[in-house]
């Protein structure tokens, strides 16, 4: 049981360069996030999926896009990557009636 | 206004002190709390959820203030283990927006 898991772990990217941060989990949940942390700012919700086939904008959504591949995938996808997208990425999910949000190990992204 | 605010420390203190950190949130609709423990470059783990009567998990206390709007979070006999970032937690009443404070540093000194 890997519970959630992200990659890559690191990527550095030119200012302009496209990419897609994957995320998978293993425990059958519904709810899937995606947050960024940066220093000062602590997590912010940049889009969730509530369920298979549905996502939503979260506080951050501009600059990103999401696909929710199938219950156990959600990636996300920055088209056009900017410097202020330098930061790291966690991916959660969270299952059935508990509040409680697993995260993955995290993405550290670097644009130059 | 920031949604939650907490105090980012860094709270340095000995071990067997007790410490105790606050949580201010700005929307009185809000519904559910947690605190989340962080370590150094890792991913934040549930630490314990806040319930309106105050609850308690070994050396660990959590409070809720509904009419301040405030949560706090106890740690008594700080364990060498307990060095880590503290996040406060919330939950709005939409199910799926969590909102994050910037966390609360917390060091123990042997």
């Known amino acids: 049981n890997a519970g959630v898991t992200q990659t890559p772990k690191f990527q550095v990217l030119k200012t302009g360069q496209s990419m897609t941060l994957q995320c998978a989990q293993d425990?059958?949940?519904?709810?899937m996030y995606w947050y960024r942390q940066d220093p000062g700012m602590g997590l912010r919700l940049i889009y969730y999926s509530a369920s298979e086939g549905t996502t939503d904008k979260g506080e951050v959504p501009n600059g990103y896009n999401v696909s929710r591949l199938n219950k156990r995938e959600f990636s996300l996808r920055l088209e056009s990557a900017a410097p202020s997208q330098t930061s790291v990425y966690f991916c959660a999910s969270r299952g059935g009636n508990s509040y409680e949000q697993y995260f993955g190990p995290g993405t550290r992204l670097t644009v130059t | 206004r920031k949604e939650v605010e907490q105090d980012p420390g860094p709270f340095n203190v000995p071990e067997g002190a007790t410490v105790a950190f606050n949580c201010t949130y700005s929307n009185s609709a809000s519904q559910s709390f947690f605190w989340y423990r962080q370590d150094c470059r890792k991913e934040p783990k549930l630490l314990m959820s806040v319930y309106s009567s105050g609850n308690e998990d070994g050396r660990f206390t959590a409070q809720l203030n509904r009419a301040s709007q405030y949560i706090s979070l106890l740690i008594r006999d700080s364990k060498l283990s307990d060095s880590a970032t503290y996040l406060c937690?919330?939950?709005?009443?939409?199910?799926?927006?969590?909102?994050f404070g910037t966390g609360t540093s917390l060091t123990v000194i042997p």
């Open positions: 937690v919330v939950n709005k009443n939409t199910g799926n927006q969590f909102y």
């Open positions: 425990m059958n949940h519904n709810s």
